[in-house]
């Protein structure tokens, strides 16, 4: 029937009541008066009224009983005092509301092994009901008898969810954990009718539609896809989610309405046009947890039946729902990999009106009326594509990027690409992979990294840093011991000339005397005058020894003979004392009194310009760790994660020492491999994945490592060890290509709808001109 207006019943509002612990499941009876729901610790009956809810019996009490503790309760599509209630521990129960107390539970049967998930009702037999359980048995019972009538066995992990098929009674459809469908007919329990794989996820939930043959599933993998039952199987529409899908309920009296609610993080309870997939209809967002079930209230189509984790149960009024599509941007740009924008706005619909002269030729354009209200009109929305070239980009994926020099600007994404692919992770030594990296980093135009490159072979790529490392707080307690090391050690440093035999203005003894002192420190530290080098996780570097062992591409990084990245003025922190490098010359020489003789006297030649310091205060020991965590901090502010990460990887165990928290560098590794699917890099993503130490970056290597195939002649799974072979019709046909007949050797293309595939080159030549199965006709849609 077309749509109306949804302002129609204006007495309709949003009413909601708190229970006794959250509901799983809902459900409504024949006249759509009343509602039950049922959970772990809840089993109730409310009557539903134009102000409210009011409660008509609780059939749980404080009985403690786990066959009370409900995951599904179902109403008898006929009667309305029956009532079937599927329990955690297996149990299914018939309840008749029409019995006193205890009475209540009329039947109790102990026939899963494991959880009942499901229950429902036959559409037109009263005494007929089916359950689904995780043991992947299906159980039918009459009401009549003690036991199951029939078992259906679904060769599956687990049943999530059962509905029969409103046109064919004796058809009901069957949704499980490995993704496929089955539909079975309740006169032939041997083996079912139609098994095909819909979804890479389990499947929670399935709802036949009212009018048309389309069953509609839901799953883990997001999506909500339509099926046409006429015939084979095939996809019409998918919906794709923001969370996994936990309940579907086609809308009543519209076609192409669907309402979903999630499984985990998402509350809001949505209503989907299936033409417009991306977006919703319309959602209500009053929920506060996780929507566990939802019901529509009979044929009325604007007023939708909720309960949720927050212990609440909402009716619904579709007037009062938001339209995320007027709150979306009806603009979008994306950027291409190889520097090309597509940019996309909304139009508006125009129909085109002649001016009624057959001779003239100019036409006027006016808005398109519509007795339907624009609100209705959400699938109609129409935009417009335009596409923007880069010129000269002749970029290949696997052309080799040209050396970067100052007459070549390369773009950022090629830069990217280049340093993906060119860049090692291991394989070499600490020092040969930063000094091959720094020279990649050189290549395309990457200054900053090329110098950070250079300082980790020098601090982390000689021996004095290799593993095992010592924290500073090992050492930063010996405060006077460790004064004196580093006044030796600088002492040591300085001194070079003296034991050259070089004098200080002819004053050799007095040198030899400090020296002396030196040495006799050294002893107090039982070394016996012997020099202790600094610890391994320390450096002391001079200004020269760092411009002589370092290559620095941009000098203006460079403050006071230190390098200086970011923000913060690291100088203040790394630079020696003013006092120790700094110094009055003429202050530090001994002042003498020249006597008459002397001033006759000429200076010797070649008089050694030697600088004696009589007083070197303790010089602080630079560690290199902070240092080298705030520039990696740095190159992730400005956009190069790249970069960031790996320096990491390529640190080994060093980048233990490095103060950077776990949570920052998996929030690295995801940007980066994100970045790198982008752009199609799947062999350079899968690489750092397996260099990550991070658990849930190498879980991503493991995720959708199954896939279920099928017999393409029979439709049964494929669960033997012999490849393609099918147990049941015997047949090897599955493991032919569907296009040239022969046995496929090598990479093989398979559809999961209908079963068929074949060589991947084969397929990839047939599909560029057919859009349909050679084999069956299904709409295979390869790309």
Not at 498 to 513: A, C, D, F, K
Not at 732 to 737: R, T
Request: hydrophobic share 35%; glycine share 6%.
């Amino acid at each position: 029937m077309p749509d109306t207006s949804e302002d129609a019943d204006p007495s309709t509002v949003s009413l909601r009541i708190c229970s006794e612990g959250h509901a799983n499941a809902l459900a409504l009876n024949k006249d759509h008066n009343q509602i039950a729901v049922a959970g772990r610790s809840l089993l109730k009956v409310y009557e539903i009224e134009s102000d409210g809810f009011t409660e008509v019996c609780n059939m749980r009490g404080k009985n403690q009983n786990l066959s009370y503790s409900s995951n599904d309760v179902a109403w008898s599509t006929l009667d309305s005092n029956i009532l079937a209630t599927a329990a955690t521990n297996g149990v299914v129960s018939v309840w008749d509301l029409s019995k006193f107390g205890r009475q209540k539970q009329l039947l109790v049967y102990h026939e899963h092994e494991r959880t009942a998930h499901t229950v429902t009702f036959h559409s037109t037999e009263p005494n007929i009901l089916i359950s689904g359980s995780q043991d992947g048995t299906i159980k039918c019972f009459d009401i009549r008898s003690d036991t199951s009538v029939n078992t259906y066995f679904s060769n599956s992990e687990s049943v999530r969810d059962l509905k029969f098929s409103p046109h064919s009674p004796s058809v009901f459809s069957a949704v499980s954990e490995n993704g496929t469908v089955q539909l079975w007919d309740m006169r032939k329990w041997d083996k079912c009718m139609v098994q095909f794989t819909a979804h890479s996820g389990p499947i929670y939930t399935c709802d036949w539609h009212p009018t048309r043959n389309w069953l509609a599933t839901g799953s883990r993998d997001k999506q909500i896809k339509v099926w046409n039952m006429d015939g084979r199987a095939s996809l019409e529409y998918t919906i794709h989610t923001i969370a996994v899908v936990g309940r579907v309920k086609w809308r009543p009296e519209r076609t192409y309405h669907i309402a979903s609610c999630a499984l985990v993080v998402d509350y809001s309870v949505h209503v989907w046009d299936i033409r417009r997939p991306f977006i919703p209809f319309a959602s209500f967002n009053e929920h506060t947890n996780v929507t566990t079930d939802i019901a529509w209230q009979g044929s009325d189509s604007h007023c939708l039946l909720s309960t949720s984790k927050d212990s609440r149960l909402y009716k619904h009024a579709f007037k009062d729902a938001t339209r995320p599509a007027l709150k979306a941007n009806a603009q979008g740009a994306s950027l291409g990999r190889h520097g090309d924008i597509s940019f996309a706005n909304k139009i508006k619909e125009y129909t085109a009106k002649t001016s009624g002269v057959s001779n003239t030729k100019s036409t006027n354009f006016i808005r398109r009326k519509s007795n339907v209200p624009g609100n209705m009109q959400f699938h109609l929305d129409h935009s417009k594509m335009y596409m923007f070239m880069l010129k000269n980009t002749n970029m290949a994926s696997g052309t080799e990027f040209p050396a970067h020099d100052t007459t070549t600007e390369l773009r950022v994404h090629e830069v990217f690409i280049g340093c993906a692919r060119e860049l090692q992770l291991s394989g070499k030594k600490l020092a040969e992979l930063c000094e091959h990296n720094a020279d990649v980093s050189r290549k395309y135009g990457k200054h900053n990294a090329t110098t950070l490159w250079n300082f980790i072979k020098l601090f982390y790529g000689t021996t004095h840093f290799e593993p095992p490392f010592e924290h500073r707080s090992s050492f930063s307690n010996q405060k006077n011991p460790m004064s004196s090391r580093r006044a030796t050690q600088v002492a040591s440093d300085w001194s070079q000339p003296h034991e050259q035999g070089q004098e200080l203005n002819g004053n050799s003894q007095e040198t030899q005397h400090e020296a002396a002192e030196a040495s006799e420190d050294g002893d107090e530290l039982g070394g016996g005058g012997k020099q202790h080098p600094p610890p391994t996780s320390s450096v002391i570097l001079s200004e020269t020894q760092i411009i002589s062992e370092i290559t620095f591409d941009n000098f203006e990084l460079l403050r006071n003979g230190f390098i200086y990245v970011g923000p913060a003025d690291v100088t203040k922190a790394v630079a020696f004392p003013d006092t120790a490098l700094h110094h009055d010359v003429q202050a530090a020489r001994p002042q003498l009194d020249l006597k008459a003789t002397e001033h006759e006297k000429s200076p010797p030649p070649h008089v050694p310009s030697i600088l004696k310091v009589s007083h070197v205060p303790p010089i602080p020991m630079w560690e290199p760790h902070q240092f080298v965590a705030d520039a990696l901090m740095l190159q992730n502010d400005v956009g190069d994660v790249q970069t960031a990460l790996t320096i990491l990887i390529v640190m080994g165990e060093a980048r233990q020492m490095l103060p950077i928290e776990d949570a920052v560098v998996e929030h690295w590794f995801h940007t980066y491999v994100d970045q790198l699917h982008r752009y199609e890099l799947w062999n350079e993503a899968c690489e750092v994945i397996n260099r990550a130490w991070v658990r849930s970056v190498r879980q991503l290597n493991q995720h959708s490592t199954v896939m279920h195939t099928n017999c393409g002649e029979c439709g049964r799974p494929l669960g033997g060890n012999v490849g393609w072979y099918c147990d049941k019709c015997k047949s090897m046909q599955s493991a032919k290509c569907c296009v040239c007949g022969l046995i496929v050797r090598g990479v093989y293309a398979w559809c999961q709808g209908c079963s068929h595939g074949g060589h991947i080159e084969h397929l990839q030549q047939y599909f560029a001109k057919h859009s349909k199965c050679p084999k069956c006709g299904h709409l295979c849609a390869f790309s």
